[in-house]
């Protein structure tokens, strides 16, 4: 009976595992389920994937893709496919049966004969069982470009009185001459493109995309790339495309759910040497938009895919306001908000209004002060918010308008005339008549009233604080991009409430801590009188020599240290606090020195006033050299250096820059002058726009590339196309930058 047990046991195991068994040889290895062939026919792929039954691959799963210099690869054109419910990436478009795609080759050097095309591609089993992705490298010979159909059309050409009868003139059919294609690269991106024939141009201002009514999708701003500078018979000075061209279309969804689409684009190119124009095509095409998990498009996806992967962090900002959480968008930019309390461009304004509540001396209390403080940093709010989104609406950036030498040199004249009422402690002696009257202006100033600390709030956030930083560009993206002016606006006004919170902070705290009266209450008036001149000087920065801001700091620090005795002998009996006083006085009296030497000297930078002064070579060792950046002015410019650039295969920076921008020059002292950065960019052009006088041309330029105000830095591939992914807007130091950078220009 044993023995019957040993023979029976193995051969119910091998019943019961039978089933599972013969499951897993019948199905079939990747190359069967999913043979795939590739062959090359005109400069164009063809790619054919003859998927087995039982088996479907996915649809945004395929990536095709060559690395080999002097080729890359047009959009693939794939056929739709059929929506499934996946259990692991939601709704999503499959192919159960063989499919083909094809790819234009696109020849930057024509010398090149072979190229590595790399293939991705992933797919299931009916029964459930997932494939990992499948990776295909394969060595294409590409063949010689020939001239047999340009030479049988071209007597078609000659009989027609079209050409010169010299075999090259051919006369296409429009799809031939403009072959176009459009694909669903995200669900909130679409992604045209065309293949245009040799001796074929398309007309920049002719494209144009149309939406029919009663669909849940809107146009965003389509990403067109710069075109070439023609005269053209018909239009006069125009844009054009040759070869090829890609434009991003941005959708802005209605709802997160599956959605069909219609969309009709519009085109119009001629042929060069026949002289023949085309009217203007028209092609209507449908789509299937899957599931968004936002609804306002966050990637380019008409650039490279290795920028596909990349969200700059505005666009990311700008999204999140698309979430529809309101209550969270609030308290998402306040916290933003309470970040940039902080930064050189907020600062400045601790010491307005502490000054405002120091002004109003032992009058004072804890109540009038937080009033006082709120009050100032609404009006700072409001003001933030509405020149906000006046600069999402209609592109205009305001507080630009007010960065010239008038309005600085009399704001910075307010300053000066707001510290001189608190100079006592320094026993600066004016004549009576004067000194009353400068009092008596300044106390107007200072906020007895609510309506100057208003106003104080007002000018203040026009005047002292015009910098973008990320979050502040990501508001106003979503508002051009939308004209959702409520949300856009809220967003800003909780974006200014945020860095207003440390100000209402200490403004009521300035007013509870405040001493009553005597030397104390002399002493912090004098601390902040020289707060509110080195807010003048900070401000005239923007507009005068650096030597002459140099000169200013030296003149504030030394008088400042006379006045506290630096130079004066401490008798045997001084306080504590006197000779404390003293060794500060003594630090300004050196450091301001220091400012006098550099500035003489030829200095350019007052937070390293020495730096770069030395005797002979060993002073010119030091010097460090700056980025060389060729100065554009306007849109015509910048096409014509991204063409160039083009043309030599180089990738382009292109940098906002303007005098009264505090992180530009940050980004000139600190980040261009570090020669990593150099070295990192040194097969990069490197082109920079001076903003600073906010003219026509400078708006227009600022427009034409969707910059509000600087400090931006955008980046442009090798085709011209800008890698939104990577625009920089905001502060970053050399480290950030260079790890940046490196992401580009590293293969």
């Not at 684009?265 to 026949?274: D, I, L, P, R, V």
């Not at 043309?647 to 980040?671: H, I, L, P, S, T």
């Not at 990069?684 to 034409?704: C, E, G, I, R, S």
Request: aromatic share 10%; proline share 5%.
């Amino acid at each position: 009976m044993m023995k019957f047990y040993k023979i029976l046991a193995p051969l119910l195991l091998l019943v019961f595992a039978w089933h599972p068994l013969q499951a897993e040889e019948e199905l079939l290895e990747p190359d069967k389920a999913f043979p795939f062939q590739v062959i090359i026919k005109d400069d164009t792929i063809h790619a054919e994937w003859n998927t087995a039954d039982g088996y479907y691959l996915y649809r945004n799963k395929i990536s095709l893709t060559t690395d080999t210099p002097g080729i890359s690869l047009g959009e693939p054109q794939l056929p739709a496919g059929k929506i499934k419910q996946d259990e692991f990436f939601g709704e999503i478009e499959i192919y159960h049966h063989p499919i083909s795609a094809q790819i234009p080759i696109l020849r930057e050097d024509n010398k090149v004969t072979e190229f590595e095309l790399t293939a991705v591609y992933q797919g299931c089993a009916d029964i459930g069982v997932c494939y990992p992705p499948i990776k295909k490298q394969i060595r294409l010979d590409l063949p010689a470009k020939s001239g047999g159909a340009v030479a049988a059309l071209g007597a078609l050409s000659e009989s027609l009185g079209f050409g010169g009868g010299g075999g090259e003139d051919e006369i296409l059919e429009p799809d031939q001459a403009f072959q176009f294609s459009m694909d669903v690269a995200d669900p909130n991106t679409l992604v045209a493109y065309w293949q245009i024939a040799p001796d074929h141009y398309m007309y920049r201002g002719k494209i144009s995309f149309d939406l029919p009514e009663g669909q849940n999708v809107q146009l965003g701003q389509v990403n067109l790339p710069a075109g070439e500078k023609k005269q053209d018979e018909f239009f006069g000075a125009i844009e054009v495309y040759h070869d090829q061209v890609k434009a991003r279309l941005p959708l802005i969804r209605s709802g997160l759910e599956a959605t069909p689409l219609q969309l009709t684009a519009t085109y119009q190119g001629c042929a060069e040497k026949t002289g023949i124009c085309y009217p203007p095509i028209k092609k209507t095409l449908n789509f299937n938009l899957p599931i968004a998990t936002s609804l306002i498009a966050t990637a380019e996806a008409a650039t490279p895919s290795y920028q596909s992967e990349v969200v700059s962090e505005q666009d990311q900002i700008a999204a999140s306001l698309a979430s529809g959480n309101t209550l969270l968008i609030i308290l998402t930019f306040f916290g933003f908000g309470l970040l940039l309390a902080f930064t050189p461009c907020v600062f400045p304004m601790i010491p307005i209004l502490s000054s405002i509540i120091i002004g109003q001396g032992e009058h004072i209390t804890t109540r009038k002060a937080f009033v006082m403080s709120l009050t100032y940093v609404l009006a700072m709010a409001l003001t933030y918010t509405v020149a906000g989104v006046i600069a999402g609406m209609v592109g205009e950036n305001l507080q630009a308008a007010f960065q010239n030498p008038w309005v600085l040199g009399s704001f910075a004249a307010v300053f000066v005339v707001l510290s001189l009422s608190m100079f006592g402690f320094y026993e600066l002696q004016m004549p009576a008549s004067v000194q009353s009257r400068l009092t008596e202006i300044s106390n107007r100033q200072q906020g007895g009233h609510l309506a100057g600390v208003a106003i104080m709030g007002f000018l203040s956030a026009l005047i002292v604080g015009p910098c973008v930083a990320a979050p502040l560009a990501g508001a106003l993206i979503y508002i051009g991009q939308t004209g959702d002016a409520v949300l856009g606006g809220s967003a800003l006004f909780a974006l200014s409430l945020g860095m207003g919170a440390p100000l209402i902070a200490i403004g009521t705290s300035a007013g509870k801590l405040l001493p009553r009266a005597g030397a104390w209450m002399d002493a912090i008036k004098a601390v902040f009188g020289v707060m509110l001149l080195a807010v003048a000087i900070w401000m005239l920065d923007r507009v005068i020599p650096p030597a002459a801001t140099m000169l200013l700091w030296a003149v504030l620090l030394i008088v400042s240290a006379v006045y506290m005795k630096a130079l004066s002998p401490l008798s045997p009996d001084s306080s504590g606090w006197q000779k404390l006083g003293k060794g500060i006085g003594v630090v300004l009296l050196v450091i301001g020195s220091l400012e006098l030497i550099g500035a003489a000297a030829g200095g350019r930078d007052y937070l390293q006033p020495l730096k770069g002064i030395g005797l002979g070579a060993a002073g010119a060792a030091n010097t460090q050299q700056h980025l060389s950046l060729k100065r554009i002015k306007s849109v015509e410019n910048l096409n014509a250096e991204l063409a160039e650039a083009s043309n030599q295969g180089k990738m382009v920076m292109f940098d906002f820059y303007a005098d009264w921008c505090v992180y530009c020059k940050d980004y000139e002292k600190y980040v261009f002058t570090d020669p990593r950065v150099q070295q990192a960019l040194s097969n990069v052009v490197l082109l920079q726009a001076d903003v600073t006088a906010n003219d026509a041309q400078d708006k227009a330029l600022l427009k034409h590339v969707n910059v509000t105000a600087p400090p931006a830095i955008l980046f442009f591939d090798k085709h011209g196309t800008e890698m939104r992914g990577y625009r920089l807007v905001g502060s970053m130091n050399a480290d950030e930058f260079l790890a940046h950078v490196n992401k580009l220009t590293q293969p």
